[in-house]
């Protein structure tokens, strides 16, 4: 599966969004491995994410999901296919499920060493999909229950994205021979805080909609520093008290992507596709950070703050042309985080 032209080539790019052109630009021997990869954790995330059913439904199909990564696998997919065919409808996510078995398959003729980082990839997400189900109310139950301190975010982060800079870096090694004189202990170090940092944007830019659902990533030591409680927050008035905290989870988050972008500049220059692969995430994730920098309606459910298309489109021509050269994609990151760094953030 090393073409994502296969037969799952059409379903990756439907459900992949915007890490389709991450997919695309990565090396030929990475794009299979890691396409097919993301596909199976897009699936397990789907069970997770199903609001039709009850959170204990949830909890057994993502047990009987996670049984199926043994091989033989144990043939439960129906069950969860069927389970929640209705639960999605017509979606992008049900015919994903459909497929299930073709992505199975596919895993299963995958090489011995990838198809074992492959597994620990996936046990790890499910075990944090898992743990944030046991924790925070259904989504229908009315209550809103938050994290309760900065490590339980860090930890949060890393389950949900900080494991994927791990085997992302692993499988680099394994598949690029141009990183032979990486550290390989303290590269996955790095990628973990990059995976977090990507993380992070995502916890700040979908916290309105995170509220409604039950879930505050916010924790609740930092917010009761501010005379603030989870439940304030569902008020989109809130922010001007809640921006103390923001802006320095904002700042905790440009300490992550510091480490994020070490680790791009750390690839060889000769390895465009993956520097490519690692910078454009990190940078349409910088331009975010600076839009809600500035965003006075991040407690608005209705609002959700992301890049335009242009200014994506600007990011992937301009490091196109620089990426085999340190100076001018430094110059470029630069740029971007210094002109975030000088505007002011609202009063608060």
């Known amino acids: 599966m090393g073409d994502l032209a296969g037969p799952l080539g059409p379903l990756l790019r439907q459900v992949s969004r915007s890490f389709w052109l991450t997919l695309r630009v990565l090396p030929w021997a990475l794009r299979g491995p890691l396409g ?12 997770a994410d199903t609001r039709i059913l009850a959170r204990s439904d949830r909890l057994r199909y993502l047990d009987l999901f996670r049984d199926e990564l043994e091989l033989p696998p144990r043939s439960r997919l129906p069950e969860i296919r069927k389970a929640l065919t209705h639960a999605l ?44 189900l046991r924790r925070f109310p259904g989504e229908n139950e009315g209550r809103l229950v938050a994290l309760e301190s900065r490590t339980e975010l860090d930890r949060h982060t890393y389950y949900a994205a900080g494991c994927v800079g791990a085997f992302w870096t692993e499988m680099a090694l394994a598949h690029c021979p141009a990183l032979r004189n990486w550290d390989g202990i303290a590269m996955a170090q790095q990628g973990i805080r990059f995976g977090q940092g990507l993380q992070m944007v995502n916890v700040l830019r979908d916290l309105a909609h995170d509220l409604r659902i039950g ?24 922010l001007d008290r809640l921006h103390p905290l923001l802006r320095d989870l904002i700042a905790y988050t440009l300490t992550l992507f510091s480490d994020g972008w070490a680790y791009t500049l750390a690839i060889p220059r000769r390895l465009v596709r993956l520097r490519l692969a690692c910078a454009w995430p990190l940078l349409i994730g910088l331009r975010t950070l600076e839009r809600l920098q500035q965003a ?15 200014m ?37």
């Open 312 to 348: 994506v489109y600007a990011i992937l021509a301009r490091t196109t042309a620089v990426a085999w050269s340190d100076a001018g994609l430094d110059h470029f990151y630069r740029g971007l985080r210094g002109r975030m760094e000088a505007q002011p953030a609202p009063a608060g």
């Open 36 to 47: 097919l990869a993301y596909l199976l954790a897009r699936a397990a995330d789907s069970v």
């Open 89 to 132: 409808g017509a979606s992008a996510e049900n015919e994903l499920l459909a497929r299930l078995p073709e992505c199975i398959a596919a895993y299963g003729d995958v090489p011995l060493d990838d198809r074992r980082r492959i597994r620990a990839l996936l046990l790890t997400l499910i075990h944090g999909m898992q743990q944030e």
């Open 296 to 310: 006075r309606d991040l407690l608005d459910p209705r609002i959700r703050v992301k890049v335009s298309r242009p």
């Open 215 to 238: 879930r505050c990533f916010l924790p609740r030591q930092d917010l009761t520093t501010l005379g603030l409680t989870p439940e304030d927050l569902l008020d989109p008035a809130a």
